[in-house]
């Protein structure tokens, strides 16, 4: 048991940044890996030892962000208005267009259905194999592979004003292999 929880700690970082690029707000991000994290411990019965906890604990918080996923756009996107960051004050030009580029991508992210936005927080993000990222959500490495390319020419199309059907987007070896 301890040796679990000291892995599970071990896990805390990568589980952030893949909670941060699901969400894309650090507090939802920090909510879900403590939800995680809850949901893990009070059910570890279930965990199965010799199999990876890293795929048991991605899986785990993937379920609870695409359980929150479907009730919220069930009620629409509501967000107050003092969580909105106000680009106007921030200082330099590279800044600015960095920012605006990261919310273009981030808003792109977010409209992708949410079993791509899984596997681009995966493999884009966390740097997961497609192997591995198969095996985390019990899909075919074709499904993984299929949906990669669609999520990758939906972001490109709407990052350039292009349309899907002349998005030709390699997919990099490196990604590939692992």
Aim: include cysteine; aromatic fraction near 4%; hydrophobic fraction near 40%.
């Amino acid at each position: 048991m301890d040796d679990v929880q000291s892995r599970m700690i071990q896990l805390l970082p990568r589980l952030r940044r893949f909670a941060l690029a699901l969400t894309g707000d650090r507090d939802k991000a920090d909510d879900l890996v403590q939800d995680t994290c809850e949901r893990a411990l009070a059910h570890l019965d279930q965990w199965k030892p010799g199999t990876s906890l890293d795929s048991w604990m991605y899986r785990i918080a993937q379920n609870i962000w695409v359980d929150h996923h479907r009730g919220r756009r069930a009620q629409g996107d509501q967000r107050p208005i003092d969580e909105v960051e106000n680009l106007v004050g921030m200082d330099g030009r590279n800044i600015t267009e960095s920012r605006l580029t990261l919310a273009a991508v981030n808003e792109s992210i977010s409209r992708l259905p949410p079993e791509q936005q899984v596997l681009v927080a995966m493999v884009c993000v966390e740097g997961i194999s497609y192997k591995e990222a198969a095996s985390i959500l019990g899909i075919p490495l074709g499904t993984v592979m299929s949906r990669l390319s669609r999520a990758r020419q939906a972001l490109y199309a709407a990052l350039t004003d292009t349309p899907v059907s002349a998005t030709p987007v390699p997919i990099p070896a490196s990604s590939r292999e692992r």
